[in-house]
């Protein structure tokens, strides 16, 4: 007859069948590598892959899936500008420690009819969960204020996005979403993020994140554009003289020309 595991092997081993038992993400994107050029319009990354359930199985209720594309985190300063004196001046800032220089989200469902609020705020889920870091020093009001208006203008240039029936399931195991990246994204390492969030069977709301994947996709400047930036990067000094000469030059060829057309 074959002995029984003892308590303490078993103890041991049950992390392990519990990992087994939950869902799996097999993610993938279609362009690891996104190039700026000149004529460069925006571009639509394809966020695709499929979730691999224990035993093949698809539950009866499937999972739902949110997809993240986020840009690297930068400091900011946003400015209040009011009409002072019948003149618009800046009069009031506030700073920001980090926060991403673009923002995506796409799920199969609402955020909201998703995860709770806590769940939501701990994976920034949703533009208004994301945790931008204030500089501190300022009342609460008015860091919900600049936040506030950091969070419109950024969504306002589409560098900032929610979209909340952005993932097609197909079978409930195959998923698919399309990203879209305007023409003003700065350079770097972005990282797509697919969360798999499981429903609640006692609530329309508050399921939980079981699995996460994440891709790295690089935006970089080719050509012509690249040489500038990393000039302008390198050599400062040196290249704030070349734009000053250029400009300068543009404009006493552009005089020249309307006076001979005088």
Same mark, same amino acid.
């Given at each position: 007859?074959?002995?029984?595991?003892?308590?303490?092997?078993?103890?041991?081993?049950?992390?392990?069948?519990?990992?087994?038992?939950?869902?799996?993400?097999?993610?993938?994107?279609?362009?690891?590598?996104?190039?700026?050029?000149?004529?460069?319009?925006?571009?639509?990354?394809?966020?695709?892959?499929?979730?691999?359930?224990?035993?093949?199985?698809?539950?009866?209720?499937?999972?739902?899936?949110?997809?993240?594309?986020?840009?690297?985190?930068?400091?900011?300063?946003?400015? &209040?500008?009011?009409?002072?004196?019948?003149?618009?001046?800046?009069?009031?800032?506030?700073?920001?420690?980090?926060?991403?220089?673009?923002?995506?989200?796409?799920?199969?469902?609402?955020?909201? &009819?998703?995860?709770?609020?806590?769940?939501?705020?701990?994976?920034?889920?949703?533009?208004?969960?994301?945790?931008?870091?204030?500089?501190?020093?300022?009342?609460?009001?008015?860091?919900?204020?600049? &936040?506030?208006?950091?969070?419109?203008?950024?969504?306002?240039?589409?560098?900032?996005?929610?979209?909340?029936?952005?993932? &097609?399931?197909?079978?409930?195991?195959?998923?698919?979403?399309?990203?879209?990246?305007?023409?003003?994204?700065?350079?770097?390492?972005?990282?797509?993020?697919?969360?798999?969030?499981?429903?609640?069977?006692?609530?329309?709301?508050?399921?939980?994140?079981?699995?996460?994947?994440?891709?790295?996709?690089?935006?970089?400047?080719?050509?012509?554009?690249?040489?500038?930036?990393?000039?302008?990067?390198?050599?400062?000094?040196?290249?704030?003289?070349?734009?000053?000469?250029?400009?300068?030059?543009?404009?006493?060829?552009?005089?020249?020309?309307?006076?001979?057309?005088?």
């Amino acid at each position: 007859m074959r002995q029984a595991l003892p308590p303490l092997v078993l103890a041991l081993l049950a992390p392990l069948l519990v990992g087994a038992a939950k869902p799996t993400l097999v993610p993938d994107i279609s362009a690891r590598q996104v190039e700026i050029r000149y004529s460069f319009s925006g571009a639509q990354l394809l966020l695709f892959g499929a979730i691999a359930y224990p035993n093949g199985r698809t539950p009866d209720r499937p999972a739902d899936i949110a997809v993240v594309l986020r840009g690297p985190v930068q400091p900011i300063l946003v400015r &209040e500008k009011q009409k002072i004196a019948g003149i618009w001046m800046n009069a009031d800032s506030s700073r920001f420690r980090s926060a991403p220089s673009y923002y995506a989200v796409a799920s199969s469902r609402p955020i909201r &009819e998703l995860v709770d609020d806590r769940t939501a705020s701990i994976y920034e889920l949703g533009i208004h969960n994301l945790q931008l870091s204030p500089g501190g020093g300022s009342l609460p009001e008015k860091e919900r204020h600049f &936040e506030a208006g950091l969070l419109d203008l950024r969504s306002r240039a589409g560098l900032y996005s929610e979209n909340p029936h952005g993932v &097609e399931i197909t079978d409930g195991v195959l998923y698919r979403a399309v990203v879209t990246i305007p023409s003003q994204v700065p350079v770097g390492t972005y990282t797509a993020e697919t969360f798999l969030i499981e429903p609640n069977p006692d609530s329309a709301h508050g399921g939980k994140v079981v699995a996460v994947a994440t891709r790295d996709v690089q935006i970089d400047k080719s050509g012509f554009e690249r040489d500038v930036w990393l000039a302008s990067r390198r050599d400062r000094f040196l290249y704030g003289i070349a734009c000053v000469v250029m400009s300068l030059s543009l404009g006493w060829a552009a005089a020249v020309a309307f006076r001979r057309r005088i």
